[in-house]
């Protein structure tokens, strides 16, 4: 494989509509900003990735739209994998460099949840149709039942979760792409409507309308673009059971653990905590950061509860997580997996809204499909990280 | 200003529920609930399904399992979502005795407007009873709700 650098970043303004655009009017500002931003013209894009999920569109092949936006006559894919198709999008494109089949390439993923009425009852086709779908499952109970049984094990408190809420809440307000922007404390997450139980309104991610686009360069051609470029120190992606019930114990994430060990060997992170700078992870509720922390291993089993209480995820904290806002602020679901592999890769370049310090090296992480898939990037300012 | 246009997704679908699946709910109408066993890993299965999605295997021998278990875990909604049941609603996972996995389900038969009180009824670990429908047409909503065994 040939080392890859992300030499590129674009995202829109993410709102709850983004009425003064159409579909492939906001692919086409993602792209361009991007293109700005690596100094390229769409003529240096040789090929493109795209990620999107139709039904929280309404559209059946949004690509055949989008792909009017500096696509035609390139070659092109369509990724869809639930919540991580933005990683998984950013995925392809790396893995079409880094083979040699292309030089340049775009991943680019545009969704607009926010023009979906109710994303629920689209979340709720994601389970089984003959067993499970008349439950009521949906995105939020399946996350609310991994807080019950976390609450259970390990003490997890209503308040040690709000303080997650208040961190990404505190860090949207520095990034003027974020879409919920709200000043708020603990009390004010502990006092709003209970969505499902133990998830309060403040806990769970807003639909949002955006886009957002990464390119990818080959070393050589990394170089020339920029001098701060992000390089892919390793990547994995992972898959679990299709039934929430197959699943052993939902107060441990084992399948992302498997593929953050998977993950950490290829680069050799011998300690994710010392190793890893600042993290970009798919949250979409406040659970979910604790969970991952854990599993990732920034956490021991039942201790991620403490860390956002005690400020370790906060900017000045050991271990900043989401200082984009992340997806609790900003949740347009296609294409949030590809804006926290775009957060991590400013943060590497130094050019993050809500920079942290001396980043040497960030982890971007995607989950989707009712808890089934995991997708994990690791970048760096350094071509490897050991040697 | 720019203008809105509303349009709408309205396909019906008939899902096939496989041989399997169509023996699961032949058995619901006698208020049995039956799985399968992998040769492989002896996890007994439930929802039954012609393979196992960790082995890679036929799965060989049908086993009843009772309509009794233990909660997983539980939720409580509280919101109004579009075509889902009208709240409170209570989703949960139940692991009946005898199978290897849960099942997600409806907990009820008790007062769902205290979610603190709701989850300490239906706390990890508390023993279930599926409440059948009277009058069964072997689907999934025959079992209507898993209750408190002590109430
Ligand atoms: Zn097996």
Known sequence: MRRVAVVGVGQTKFRTRRDDKTHPELTYEAMNKALEHAGLDIKDIQAIAYGTMDPFDGIYLPERWDVTSGGIGKPFMKISTGGTTGMTTGLAAYEHVASGVFDIVMAVCTQRV????????????????????????????????????????????????????????????????????????????????????????LECCPRSDGAVAVIFASEEVAKKIRDNPAWVIAETTISDDYYTGDRPDLSYWDTLAIAGRRLYRFAGVDDPKKDIDVAELYSPFTIQEVLELEALGFAKK????????????????????????????TNPIGATGLVRLAEASLQIMGEASNQIDNVEVSLAHAWGGTLQFHTLMLLSSKKKLKG | MV???????????????????????????????????CPECGRVLVPPRAFCERCFVDTTDWVEVSDEGEVVTVTVTYIKFTGLPDPPYATGIVKLDGADTGMLCLLGGIDLSDWKKVHETFKPGAKVKAVWKEEREGKITDILYFEPVEK
């Not at chain 2, 509303?6 to 619901?28: C, D, N, Q, R």
């Open chain 1, 114 to 201: 926010g023009e979906c009425v109710d994303a629920q009852p689209v979340l709720n086709t994601a389970v089984c149709p003959i067993y499970e779908r008349y439950s009521g499952a949906g995105a939020i109970s399946v996350a609310a039942i991994q807080a019950t049984v976390h609450m259970h094990k390990y003490g997890t408190t209503e308040e040690d979760l709000a303080w997650v809420s208040v961190k990404d809440h505190k860090n949207a307000l520095k990034n003027p792409n974020a879409h919920i922007k709200l000043d708020i404390g603990v009390e004010e997450v502990l006092n709003s409507p209970m969505v499902s139980s133990p998830l309060k309104l």
């Open chain 1, 302 to 329: 039942g201790e991620g509860k403490d860390m956002a209480r005690e400020g370790v995820t906060f900017v000045d904290g050991d271990m900043p997580t989401n200082p984009s806002g992340g997806v609790l602020c």
């Open chain 2, 3 to 37: 203008l809105k246009f509303e349009t709408k997704w309205e396909i019906p679908y008939v899902h096939s529920a496989g041989e399997h699946g169509t023996k699961f709910f032949e058995a619901l109408k006698d208020k049995k609930i039956m799985g399968v066993k």
